[in-house]
């Protein structure tokens, strides 16, 4: 399959006619989205979930379906029978591609704020979106997209949730609050310039496109 990065959080899977979108948010340019037969949200906030550009493309695609979490689901509404919630363990396949729910919870922010209901995806059991958290996949996965800056996170952290996971290689993201420089101090300590993961670390422009074979 093709793997497009967007934005901040957000990629897109397409094979064969097949378009599958992940998270994507408020930082995401806009039309992203467009023919996607169905789209993945992890959780509701802001730089994962834009309901402006979901209501935009249902306005386009009345068939277009939506997996995500409970919480997430009360927010946009049934729809018809469009959106439906998933939780740990679920299997299901969107737009044509298996895909299986991992994990509950956001990672901790703060021990002060609540925390958010938070769900993984792995898809045709070889790419892994954590959302928002350090979640094990369960199962091995070939590539691991790598939040690479959060409030809730650091870079030991990163590091050592990669080696854990074990993936062939990471791809960068949730990176849209970093310039460049903090861009390329994170992009290095993943990779080669890094204490070393076993993976090889993919840092792609947003639009960019990378195969996975």
Request: glycine share 12%.
């Amino acid at each position: 399959m093709d793997l497009t990065k967007y934005g901040h959080a957000c990629v897109v899977l397409s094979d064969a006619g097949r378009r599958l979108v992940i998270d994507p948010g408020g930082f995401t340019e806009p039309g992203v989205i467009g023919d996607a037969g169905a789209v993945l949200v992890t959780h509701e906030h802001p730089d994962h979930l834009d309901v402006a550009a979901l209501e935009a493309a249902w306005a386009a695609n009345p068939d277009l379906r939506v997996w995500t979490t409970a919480a997430v689901a009360e927010i946009l509404g049934d729809r018809d029978g469009r959106v439906t919630a998933v939780r740990d363990g679920d299997t299901f396949t969107a737009a044509g591609f298996d895909v299986t729910a991992v994990g509950e919870w956001h990672a901790t922010i703060h021990p002060d704020l609540p925390r958010l209901q938070n769900v993984g995806f792995v898809v045709d059991g070889t790419v892994f979106h954590p959302g928002d958290a350090f979640t094990m996949p369960g199962r091995p996965v070939e590539t691991l997209l790598t939040p690479a800056h959060a409030p809730w996170s650091k870079l030991q952290e990163i590091v050592d949730w990669v080696r854990a996971v074990s993936p062939a290689r990471t791809v960068s993201v949730h990176d849209g609050a970093l310039n460049d420089r903090g861009l390329g101090l994170v992009n290095r300590m993943l990779g080669e310039g890094g204490p070393g993961t076993g993976a090889q670390h993919l840092v792609l422009t947003s639009g960019e496109t990378v195969r996975l074979d």
